[in-house]
């Protein structure tokens, strides 16, 4: 039986004012949708962002507009959704749902851009890609910034998030659907309002006019998670870590995470002792960035790469 086409209604409140370009990559019939603010030009690099496994780029709306006030209006930011999430299509091949893929796609949608590199930030699985493409292709890395990422997940995340995707899944009334939303977040937001707690449950569900709750990704991503038990020992790819020694790095670690250790991400800055380590307080995954404060560490880092690399930021 074939398997209705995921779409994705076009009044989302998550997606409002983030227009697309979608580009075929890979397969004829699949497309990777792209998000450019500010102007690219020869000369400025874009700064690249890649979000977590099932989510998409409205995870970086309000970091995009706090980014812009700190360094420039008009300095390129592009915002990408993985295969299989937000507005891009899903994989054909359900195999090719993997970190390498992955990043030949981000690199393929860079070059469908005319841009040869950029400064990338990954939000958990979006870092593993950006760890993937370091290793395949690093003169594309002028920089990264990791958070909640790291050559290694946290197997006791990927079943609360295995678990809170299928409860999801279902006929609900708008009411339950909120309720369950709220219920979900608020561990990892406990001084968020409720507002933003449906705001940021907003980015991956929807209800469709059934009143069933839709995901703004393909569901074989939960079935991907079957795999994964608590008591997982997960193998570390420190060999992937390593690949970003090819550029600046900046690691970023939410105190409520579960995505990734302590003890790991202790050992990311151990091994890289010229990254600047923050944990961002309160928070779980994904980071929210939607403060001034969150950002502007995040600022400082572009403007240096880009001070090293000779250019002068507008």
Known sequence: MLTPARTVPDDLRA????????????????AVA??????????RIPVVCVPGYQRNMSDFTEFTGHFHRQFGDDWPVVLVDLKGRGRSSDRADKTRYVSPMDARDVGEALAALAVDGG????????????????????????????????????????VRLRNNLKDLEGH??????????????????????????ELLGGRTHFL???????????????????AFEHDDVLVPQWQYYDALRCAPL???????TEQLRRETFEEMVRRRRDAEGYVIEG???????????????????????????GKVAA
């Not at 409002?16 to 699949?30: D, F, W």
């Not at 909120?178 to 309002?193: G, S, T, V």
């Not at 469709?208 to 079957?226: M, N, Q, S, T």
């Not at 995040?298 to 690399?309: L, P």
């Open 15 to 30: 997606f409002a004012g983030l227009p697309v370009v979608r580009y075929t990559i890979g397969p004829a019939n699949e």
């Open 34 to 43: 792209v998000r450019v603010s500010g102007r690219l030009a020869i000369g």
């Open 119 to 158: 400064i990338f930030i990954g939000q958990g699985y979006g870092g593993q890609v950006v760890m993937a493409m370091a290793a395949d292709k690093p003169n594309l890395i002028a920089g990264t910034l990791l958070i909640d990422a790291g050559p290694v997940s946290d197997p006791r995340g990927l």
């Open 172 to 197: 609900r009334s708008d009411a339950g659907f909120r309720a369950m939303l709220r219920r979900m977040l608020a561990p990892d937001y406990p001084a968020a309002p409720e507002a933003l707690l």
């Open 208 to 226: 469709d006019r059934r009143g069933r709750v839709r995901g703004l990704f393909d569901p074989y991503l939960i079935k991907a998670l079957e």
């Open 250 to 256: 900046m690691l970023m670690r939410t105190q409520l």
């Open 283 to 309: 928070q779980g995954s994904p980071a929210l960035l939607n403060t001034a404060e969150d950002v502007a560490p995040i600022a400082e880092f572009v403007r240096r790469i880009v001070k090293q690399r």
